[in-house]
């Protein structure tokens, strides 16, 4: 065991990497989708304090391609150092960091057992094509400018530029998500 708080920093770093990954892996399109996903971009992360939890921020580089049922994430440093890679298919999921890597034998369980939550995967490549998913209710935001669905409020107002951002304040601690495309 390392000294006091080394276990605490990892457990935050993965906790960061775990949800960047689950944010973009949810972000893919259906087999045989004439839209498949490969896309880069930057993204940034950060999860407010919550008892017994600081404050986390997170920012990287990211690359994805493929879909739902099985793709491929990679979580880049500025600095274009690989933090996390995270592949999927065949009833699998698995997280590499320079820590070592986890099996999951799904995206939703490395979401659950690795954050102790579970995040809307499947409304987010919806979200990333500026509509709200179809499979629960939403609400549109005034002036169009996004929609509330799922406990987050997305917003689409830099959605003609690349941007896109997911804000969920309850159940704690609150989330907020942005994501910038390149090539936008």
Same mark, same amino acid.
């Given at each position: 065991m390392g000294p006091p708080g080394t276990d605490a920093c990892r457990a935050a770093g993965l906790t960061s990497a775990l949800l960047a990954a689950?944010?973009? $892996?949810?972000?893919? #399109? =259906?087999? !045989?989708?004439?839209?498949?996903?490969?896309?880069?971009?930057?993204?940034?992360i950060q999860v407010d304090t919550s008892p017994g939890l600081p404050a986390n921020r997170f920012t990287a580089a990211f690359d994805l391609s493929g879909t739902a049922e099985q793709g491929q994430l990679q979580l880049n440093s500025p600095l274009g150092v690989t933090m996390a890679s995270?592949?999927?298919?065949?009833?699998? $999921?698995?997280?590499? #960091? =320079?820590? !070592?890597?986890?099996?999951?034998?799904?995206?939703e369980a490395?979401?659950?057992e690795s954050l102790g939550e579970n995040l809307p995967l499947r409304a987010l490549p919806d979200w990333l094509k500026g509509r709200p998913w179809p499979g629960a209710a939403s609400t549109p935001q005034a002036a169009a400018t996004g929609f509330d669905q799922l406990g987050w409020t997305v917003d689409l107002s830099r959605f003609a $530029?690349?941007?896109?951002?997911?804000?969920?304040l309850e159940p704690q601690p609150p989330v907020g998500v942005r994501i910038q495309l390149d090539g936008s």
């Open positions: 689950l944010t973009i $892996a949810g972000c893919a #399109t =259906p087999p !045989g989708s004439p839209d498949k996903t490969s896309v880069s971009g930057r993204l940034s995270a592949r999927w298919g065949s009833g699998e $999921a698995l997280l590499v #960091t =320079p820590h !070592g890597e986890r099996r999951f034998p799904d995206l490395l979401s659950r $530029a690349g941007a896109v951002s997911a804000t969920r």
